[in-house]
């Protein structure tokens, strides 16, 4: 027999082990609904820590050298989470976890906040993203989100992922205090560069100015230089902070643009760690604004401080066959996180609408942020 018979033979065994485990699958389901009944009548909670620890630990016994005790566990654990996904939909129909997700009120976008000055990255985000759109600059990411809940501004662009650093934290903890929604997205190729008044020399620098991520984007260039680092409020407000110095002394870390916006030379072009370092901005809005076209839904929510209780909210995505394309966590308390994840999903779906409702079961907070396409 070769290779590819034997291969053959052994999936038929697996087509049938499987169809053996479906039918069992079957039973155990069927069984949980009855339970799921019990505890209806009896007003006991779907939830069961202490009885599923022995579930647990009476199948994980049973390991042997085909099934390790660590497979085993992470078998049934599914298994009882799922279960209690059955459960709470037995229980609790339509109600069960509940998510307010609202209408979507699209609007024709003409006024764009962002933060910085001429040649910021944010304006380049803004631009990109709105090209038709006219333009209010603000000095602080807050002041982003001031403008859009006034009135003043359709719309907010801010960056909040870069690929060389990670989330801009701040902008996902303003999301959520400012209770605003995703609407857009636009990633930025960021190509940093050192800019200084004309005539400059690398050996006249004294001083560096720039945005904390842009000084880190650059941690190499600048490693073994002694160069004094400023930190600024944006990359493009550091080259114009330099074109008004009186000396030739200070250089400022940005793009291209602000060099041309602020009247500077590009003394040393692309001086970033990562030549594929790029930047995801999203655009925020006081009400959502979605269609057939979204392809992510972004969500927010909090979990109790127990093993598993994340993995529960992250199964019923699984179980739904959506997935995950980031998630990330700030904290909301000395022991207690709140999570930020984007699904590739649209929010219109039947399907993604159930596995959100699945999911705040399992939440102690939960919350829609927006569903928008990815560009």
């Not at 809940?149 to 701040?170: H, R, T, W």
């Not at 392809?295 to 699984?318: E, K, N, R, Y």
């Not at 996180?337 to 102690?364: G, I, P, W």
């Amino acid at each position: 027999m070769d290779n590819k018979e034997m291969l053959q033979n052994l999936r038929k065994e697996i087509d049938a082990a499987d169809k053996e485990f479906v039918e069992l699958f079957k039973r155990r389901m069927r069984i949980s609904d009855e339970i799921a009944d019990v505890k209806m009548k009896a007003n006991i909670s779907v939830t069961d820590t202490a009885r599923e620890g022995q579930v647990v630990a009476s199948a994980a016994a049973l390991a042997d050298e085909n099934a390790s005790a660590e497979e085993i566990t992470a078998l049934m654990r599914a298994l009882i989470g799922l279960s209690k996904i059955r459960q709470n939909s037995h229980l609790f129909g339509d109600t069960a976890g509940n998510v307010e997700i609202p209408v979507s009120a699209p609007r024709k976008i003409k006024t764009v906040a962002f933060q910085g000055v001429t040649g910021a990255w944010g304006e380049q985000a803004a631009i990109s993203m709105y090209p038709k759109a006219n333009y209010i600059v603000c000095d602080e990411f807050e002041d982003v989100f001031a403008a859009v809940k006034a009135g003043q501004a359709d719309v907010g662009v801010l960056p909040i992922e870069n690929s060389q650093n990670g989330a801009v934290g701040v902008v996902y903890d303003l999301l959520r205090k400012n209770s605003c929604f995703m609407v857009n997205q636009s990633w930025q190729t960021i190509a940093q560069c050192l800019l200084a008044k004309p005539g400059t020399e690398l050996a006249d620098i004294r001083e560096i100015f720039s945005h904390p991520e842009g000084l880190k984007q650059c941690r190499r260039f600048l490693l073994n230089r002694n160069w004094e680092l400023t930190a600024c409020r944006n990359t493009a407000y550091a080259a114009k902070m330099v074109s008004e110095r009186a000396d030739s002394k200070g250089a400022a870390i940005g793009s291209r643009r602000a060099a041309e916006a602020h009247g500077l030379d590009v003394l040393v072009p692309d001086i970033m760690d990562s030549a594929a370092n790029r930047t995801r901005f999203i655009a925020i809005a006081a009400q959502p604004i979605y269609d057939e076209s979204g392809d992510t839904t972004s969500i927010t929510f909090s979990t109790a401080h127990t093993a598993g209780a994340l993995c529960a909210v992250l199964q019923t995505f699984m179980t739904a066959g959506i997935n995950l394309t980031r998630i990330e966590s700030r904290p909301a308390s000395a022991d207690h996180y709140r999570f930020f994840a984007d699904l590739q999903a649209n929010v219109l779906s039947e399907v993604t609408r159930d596995a959100l409702k699945q999911a705040a079961m399992h939440c102690d907070y939960f919350e829609f942020l927006g569903c928008y396409k990815t560009k």
